[in-house]
């Protein structure tokens, strides 16, 4: 019998990147519209990189096994 392929989640390869230390990227919610009412402050900290919790890493890293 041929090894069984993992399919990807689509939607989760579109939403993280794996870094060289095996953590994930993730981008900032909450910077996509409505930015007139958010203050100079917490936008500019949105810009800054967003790294997945531990707690949730293990649910992503089943989601993207080829990463």
Do not use: E, Q, W
Not at 43 to 67: Q, S, W
């Amino acid at each position: 019998m041929p090894k069984i392929k993992i399919k990807t989640n689509r939607a989760a390869a579109k939403r993280f990147r794996k870094t060289a230390s095996g953590k994930f990227k993730a981008g900032h919610a909450f910077r996509s519209h409505i930015l007139t009412k958010k203050s100079t402050k917490r936008k500019r900290n949105l810009r800054g990189p967003n790294h997945v919790r531990a707690c949730d890493a293990g649910h992503v890293a089943r989601m993207l096994p080829y990463l």
